[in-house]
C-alpha cells in the first residue's frame, strides 16, 4: 500500500485523479498529512465517501510512542517510536535558546559499522520512508507541544544510504504548504559517502552538511569508521569542496574524541593541516562510551589541549555541550536497549 505522507502535492494531485476527485483537494489533504492526524477521519473538510476511498487506497502512518525520556538537566527529551511494522526509531527534541531542534533518525540500523556507535551493532534492518521521517518530526511536534524550527539528520542511519527518501524528505518537510522548515535551517550528518555528497551537491539545496570526520589520517580513521577503506579521506575531502562550489555553504565537521586513538597533538596538527583554506568549522564531542566498543572518551586536557592547536592553526573549534546527559542521548542507544531486553522488534 503506498504511504500517503510520502507523497508530494503533485503525487497527490495524481492519485485523486485515478479517485476522479477535483485536483485541488490535493493541498487540502497535503495540509492535514502534514499535521499529527492519526486517521482519515479527522480530514473533517473531506467527504465522507473521499475519507474512505483514501482510507482503502494509501497507508497513513502513525507512529507511537514505545518509550520516552526527559532529562532533568535541560528537558532534552528521547523518543523511542513503534512504526506499523514494528520495527523501532528513535529521535530526540532538544531545546535551545534559538528554537527547538529535531534529531531524527533516516534507518532502522545502520550498515556502515562504526566502531563507536550504538547504532549499527544489529546492522541494517530497512530505511525509513519520507513519510517515517517526517512522522518523527511531526509527532514531537505534537507530544511535546512545542514547535520544531531546525533539524538535523543525526539519528540513527546513514542519511545518504537512503538517499532518494532523505531527498523527499527535506522537499517535503520544507514546502511552504507544510511545516515549512526552510532547508538553512536542516543539518545531513554523513559518515562520508563521496559519491553522494557529489550527488547532493548537484541538487543545489541549501543544507547545512555536517561530514563525521573523527580523524585527520587514514590509518586511525578506517579502524573507526570501515566507510573510510572505502573513501579516504583526500576524496572526502574533495568531494566537500565540490559541495562548498555549488552550493555556496560552509560545511562542518564532527571530531568525536577517542582516548589514544583520535586525541593525540599530532592528530591536531595533522587536522589543522587539512582543514587549512577550506571554509568549515569543528566541532570536537567527547565519544560516549557504548558497551560493544573498547573505545573511550578522551579526558578534558586532552580535548582542551586539541581545541588549543586547531585554534592556533587558525581553524575554529568548539567543544559540543552534551545535552540530555542523564538520558543518555547519544544516538542507538535506547533501540539497542530494548532489543537487548529481547522485545520483538
Ligand atoms: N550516520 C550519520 C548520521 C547519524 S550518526 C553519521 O555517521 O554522520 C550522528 C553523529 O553521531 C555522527 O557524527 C556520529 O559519528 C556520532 N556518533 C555516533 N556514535 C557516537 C558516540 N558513541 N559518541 C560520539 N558520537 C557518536
Ligand atoms: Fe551509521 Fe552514523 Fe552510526 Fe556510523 S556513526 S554506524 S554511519 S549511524
Not at 495540509?31 to 487506497?57: C, G, I, N, Y
Not at 542511519?157 to 537512503?162: A, Q, V
Not at 560552509?250 to 582543514?275: F, I, N, T
Amino acid at each position: 500500500m503506498t504511504e500517503i505522507k510520502s507523497l508530494t502535492i503533485e503525487e497527490l494531485r495524481g492519485g485523486l485523479a485515478a479517485l476522479n476527485e477535483k485536483p485541488f483537494r490535493a493541498k487540502q489533504i497535503f495540509r492535514w498529512l502534514h499535521q499529527p492526524v492519526t486517521s482519515f477521519t479527522e480530514m473533517t473538510d473531506l467527504s465522507k465517501p473521499l475519507r474512505a476511498a483514501l482510507d482503502r487506497q494509501y497507508l497513513l502512518t502513525v507512529p507511537q510512542i514505545e518509550r520516552k525520556q526527559v532529562s532533568a538537566v535541560d528537558g532534552t527529551i528521547k523518543y523511542l517510536w513503534r512504526l506499523h511494522d514494528n520495527e523501532c526509531v528513535e529521535s530526540v527534541l532538544m531545546h535551545y535558546r534559538h528554537g527547538n531542534t529535531a534529531c531524527v533518525s533516516t534507518q532502522v540500523g545502520c550498515r556502515m559499522g562504526c566502531a563507536f556507535c550504538a547504532s549499527g551493532v544489529f546492522g541494517l534492518k530497512r530505511s525509513l520512508s519520507a513519510g517515517e521521517i517526517l512522522d518523527q518530526v511531526l509527532f514531537m511536534q505534537k507530544d511535546a507541544g512545542v514547535p520544531v524550527s531546525n533539524i538535523v539528520l543525526m539519528g540513527t542511519g546513514e542519511p545518504l544510504d537512503n538517499y532518494e527518501n532523505v531527498l523527499k524528505f527535506i522537499r517535503l518537510v520544507s514546502c511552504p504548504e507544510g511545516i515549512c522548515i526552510g532547508q538553512r535551517h536542516i543539518s545531513l550528518s554523513t559518515s562520508g559517502l563521496a559519491d553522494k555528497i557529489e550527488e547532493l551537491a548537484r541538487e543545489h539545496l541549501q543544507l547545512t552538511l555536517s561530514i563525521s570526520l573523527h580523524a585527520p589520517d587514514d590509518g586511525s580513521r578506517s579502524k573507526m569508521m570501515p566507510v573510510n577503506r572505502r573513501f579516504p579521506i583526500a576524496q572526502l575531502m574533495r568531494a566537500c569542496e565540490y559541495y562548498f562550489d555549488m552550493t555556496g555553504r560552509r560545511v562542518s565537521y564532527e571530531y568525536a574524541m577517542a582516548r589514544g586513538v583520535s586525541d593525540r597533538p599530532w592528530q591536531a596538527e595533522r587536522l589543522v593541516q587539512l582543514l587549512r583554506g577550506r571554509p568549515g568549522h569543528v566541532n570536537l564531542i567527547p565519544l560516549n562510551p557504548v558497551k560493544e566498543s573498547p573505545l573511550q572518551p578522551s579526558t578534558v586536557e586532552s580535548v582542551r589541549r586539541f581545541q588549543q592547536i586547531l585554534e592556533r592553526g587558525g581553524i575554529t573549534a568548539t567543544v559540543r555541550r552534551r545535552l540530555g546527559p542523564d538520558i543518555d542521548a547519544a544516538c542507538g542507544q535506547l533501540r539497542r536497549r530494548r532489543l537487548e531486553e529481547g522485545e520483538s522488534l
